[in-house]
């Protein structure tokens, strides 16, 4: 069986059909081995607003929480975030304001220069996603670039999964409108096999998450790494002298 593009074009390499079911089930075999990630290293914002660079801390706990740590040059603190399913609180270190409010795709894109849902930050910083199943699923899955496809239609448009076919790991995710904008992509790269204590996973390194219609991008270079650690802290200090602002 020929396995086709959704443009209808014939990939250059010769991938073996496979089942849209079973590719769900390996990647998501794969994701549910990380349940939590602690990790640091290099982060570059740019967008027409303002750009820069500095050191990222991050500690995520799936599914709820997320406490991101921003250090500017001299390892002087930036920011403080932390973030779960249903609230946010954010911490400007250089005002001194303390911002608080639910955890919207809105009020996340405001802190974090990058409009994304909630699922989004903790998926897209694990490069773990996991499927659901569908009625609607195709037998085989599409063939693009050289990788497998899968596309999922949400209320905001259709989500594109692009999956390496050796060890099905998501390369590019990508969420497009129903006017056919590009709204996130995801790109992963630099990947190493990590050995947990029950098993082994491929993790990027390397991250870039853009929103091409506001000219933002993200760019993430782990250099420091650990998954699954047990109990991880998700405290924040803030002085009682910071101004307190809620959003809605």
């Not at 006017?179 to 995801?186: M, Y």
């Amino acid at each position: 069986m020929i396995l086709y593009s959704c443009t209808g074009s014939k990939s250059p390499v010769d991938l073996d059909p496979v089942s849209v079911k079973e590719i769900k089930t390996r990647v998501n075999q794969n994701s549910k081995v990380i349940e939590s990630l602690e990790a640091s290293g290099n982060i570059s914002f740019d967008s027409p607003e303002n750009s820069g660079s500095g050191w990222l801390e991050l500690r995520i706990k799936k599914p709820d929480t997320v406490l991101v740590k921003i250090e500017g040059p001299f390892g002087i603190s930036i920011a403080n975030a932390l973030i779960t399913r249903s609230e946010f609180i954010y911490y400007n270190v250089q005002e001194n304001k303390v911002i608080t409010g639910p955890s919207t795709d809105i009020n996340i894109g405001a802190i974090l220069r990058i409009k994304v849902s909630f699922d989004e930050l903790i998926n897209g910083f694990t490069g773990s996603f996991s499927f659901n199943d569908s009625d609607n699923d195709s037998l085989y899955a599409d063939v693009e670039n050289d990788n497998y496809l899968i596309q999922n239609i949400k209320l905001e448009g259709t989500e594109k999964f692009y999956i390496e076919p050796s060890a099905y790991r998501i390369h590019r995710y990508n969420l497009i409108s129903k006017e056919n904008k590009s709204l996130i992509e995801v790109d992963y790269s630099n990947y190493q096999e990590e050995s947990l204590a029950t098993s082994k996973v491929y993790f990027p390194n390397n991250i870039k998450i853009k929103n091409p219609e506001k000219s933002q991008t993200v760019y993430v270079e782990y250099v420091n790494k650990e998954i699954n650690k047990k109990d991880l802290s998700f405290k924040m200090k803030i002085p009682k002298s910071a101004k307190i602002i809620k959003w809605n």
